[in-house]
């Protein structure tokens, strides 16, 4: 019988931060060593962060990754590491090297290159053939990448070379269905090979992709003996059994809530704060309407970065009702941001009287409420150059999947925490904060009489969203249907849905993708998020 004891690092390592990843391996690695680990692990191309997307087609950028796993290499005295990287042998590989006695011991490729979703690894790498197994304190450990457990063979493989213990480095992005489904793979991995599997993964933001950690540990029967918890960035000890081919997780961090509105709310903060900080802004600012989506971006936006890092804008005019007046102003209030409200009435006539007589024969329509938005979006922008703060858009998901927005108005942003939110998951999530708040005897975070108001633009008169739109219940289960099933429209009218609302939806999704071409990065979050993943022509005859 064999105990080994691993080290698996569950942290952020940015893409492009060559040096600083290098440097974090090290402090993380002397961490293993003191604590007795034989092994220590990273996650997937820990060097170069995933995705480094065209930073791996310029051959200074692979140069200094290599440079960088040399000298960790040198510096290995008495721990064993796994870290991924990327290699270049005139071709490209996903690779993970075992670094042990001072040098590189070997160094495997990623044999499954996922090409769906937001992957995009067939368009840099090439594959690898076999699974690396190597003796480690009397335990034979074979070592596979991300996408590789996901498929039978390359887990076989390793099985057929004599791997007692599978170690599997990830950089496996977030979505509201992947835990489960990662389970599901593992455990069938385990039972198909026999082998115990150590699942590490990538945590952080990038861009418009949130990696969760979420790390796992599976006996060889397939039972999960431990989880760790989403987001967290955290060393997690484990020590290995090769007698009964079990893993034993030692003091791991647990989640206090493990609900899907828990997760998706740490999912929306995690993202904010790398995007906001991994690119150098002091912080954000947004305007405040008065309603759900702009109350939600705001409660996530201090949660990300505290409240004196946010500064949230009221710009009311003829139509903004008392109640968002005063909700915006609770809300700033208790959440104690810089508030400021900037009536723009007078701005918003000055533009129409410029306008008149270039307007004249036409009558009032969708323009002059559309140019509310934008005077808006002029206001916004100026803060934000001024004060050097980040606009966040506050749009969801709902809203741009039928153009529900005005291009340079709301839609003006550089980053968009809602945008893989639906309008029925904005009210969970918001209902869910105020619960959490309530349970820590905190005030409420969004006013109840945001949540429970019809939801509105107020662009003109007594308007409400439903004016336009079905009512958001019937207009997301269509959506979701469409989107991320990719249902048709006879399909989607079969299981219960009126044939012409279907069609109206439809065709509002298909024409008003030239404005989500526009529209700002934001998490993705959902199985086919806008963006990165979803990529429908603009120009189409497809309907």
Same mark, same amino acid.
């Given at each position: ?17 060559? *040096? ?5 391996? +090290?402090?993380?690695?002397?961490? *293993? #060593?003191e604590?007795?680990?034989?092994? *220590? ?14 930073l ?17 290499? +040198?510096a290995?005295?008495?721990v ?12 490209? %590989?996903? &690779?993970?090297?075992?670094? #042990? ?11 499954a ?26 335990? !034979?450990? +074979? ?30 992005p ?22 115990? @599997? *150590? ?11 949130? %990696? ?9 029967? +397939? ?24 893993? !034993?997780?030692?003091n791991?961090?647990?989640a ?7 997760t ?20 954000v ?6 309603? @759900? =989506?702009?109350?939600?971006?705001? &409660?996530?936006?201090v949660d ?20 968002s007046?005063?909700g915006? #102003? ?13 009536? /723009? ?12 007589? &270039? ?44 153009? %529900? ?25 918001s209902r ?14 969004i006013?109840?009489?945001? /949540? ?7 662009? !003109? =008169?007594?308007?409400?969203?439903? =004016? ?14 469409? /989107? ?15 044939a012409?609302?279907?069609r ?25 998020a806008?963006?990165r993943? #979803? ?9």
């Open positions: 019988m064999a105990i080994l004891r691993l080290a698996l690092a569950q942290y952020d390592f940015p893409v492009g931060a060559v *040096a600083g990843n290098a440097a974090k391996v +090290g402090d993380l690695m002397a961490q *293993a #060593r604590g007795g680990a034989s092994l *220590a692990v990273f996650p997937e191309l820990t060097l170069s962060g995933y995705p480094p997307e065209d791996l087609l310029r051959p200074s950028f692979l140069a200094a990754c290599q440079c960088e796993l040399n000298a960790l290499a +040198g290995t005295d008495g064993a590491v796994l870290v991924g990287h990327p290699h270049s042998e005139g071709e490209v %590989y996903n &690779a993970a090297s075992l670094l #042990r006695g001072g040098r590189i011991e070997l160094t495997t490729h990623k044999q290159l996922p090409n769906y979703g937001v992957f995009d690894d067939k368009r840099y790498f090439r594959p690898g053939h076999d699974s690396a197994v190597a003796m480690i304190d009397g335990v !034979r450990v +074979g070592m596979l990448i991300c996408e590789d457990i996901w498929q039978p063979e390359p887990a076989a493989k390793a099985a057929a070379a004599g791997a007692e213990l599978i170690v599997v480095i990830n950089a496996s977030w979505d509201d269905a992947k835990q489960a489904g990662r389970e599901a793979v593992l455990t069938e991995r385990a039972k198909e090979t026999g082998c115990a @599997i *150590a699942y590490l993964n990538l945590v952080g933001g990038q861009d418009e992709v949130v %990696y969760d950690g979420g790390s796992l540990l599976v006996n060889a029967h +397939g039972d999960i003996a431990a989880r760790a918890p989403n987001f967290v960035d955290a060393m997690l000890w484990a020590e290995f059994d090769s007698e009964t081919r079990t893993l !034993r997780a030692e791991w961090p647990v206090p809530d493990g609900s899907i509105e828990a998706l709310y740490a999912a929306l903060v995690r993202g904010i704060r790398d995007y906001i900080d991994k690119n150098g802004f002091s912080g600012l947004l305007g405040l309407s008065g309603g @759900i =989506d702009s109350a939600l971006t705001l &409660a996530l936006a990300a970065l505290g409240a004196d890092r946010v500064t949230a804008v009221m710009m009311p005019t003829r139509y903004t009702s008392q109640l007046l005063d915006a #102003r609770a809300q700033a209030e208790q959440l104690g941001v810089d508030y400021h409200v900037i009536d /723009i009435e007078q701005t918003y006539q000055s533009f129409i009287e410029a306008l008149t007589p &270039a307007f004249r024969g036409k009558g009032p329509d969708t323009t002059e409420e559309n140019l509310q938005s934008r005077t808006r979006g002029v206001m916004l922008m100026a803060l934000s150059n001024k004060h050097g703060r980040l606009l966040l858009a506050t749009g969801n998901k709902s809203e741009m999947a039928v153009g %529900y927005a005005t291009l340079y108005g709301d839609m003006c942003g550089a980053y968009a925490p809602l945008k893989d939110v639906y309008k029925t998951v904005v009210y969970r999530l869910w904060r105020n619960a959490h708040a309530a349970r820590l005897g905190e005030p409420e975070v006013p109840s009489a945001v /949540i429970d108001r019809p939801p509105s633009a107020e662009l !003109r =008169d007594n308007q409400t969203d439903q =004016d336009s739109l079905p009512p958001y219940d019937e207009l997301d289960a269509i959506l979701a249907r469409f /989107i991320e099933a990719e249902q048709s429209q006879a399909e989607i009218a079969a299981q219960g849905f009126h012409d609302t279907v109206r939806v439809v065709r509002l999704v298909l024409l008003n993708e030239f404005k989500r071409r526009q529209s700002a990065p934001g998490p993705r979050v959902t199985t086919r806008f963006g993943e #979803r990529r429908y022509p603009i120009t189409s005859g497809w309907k």
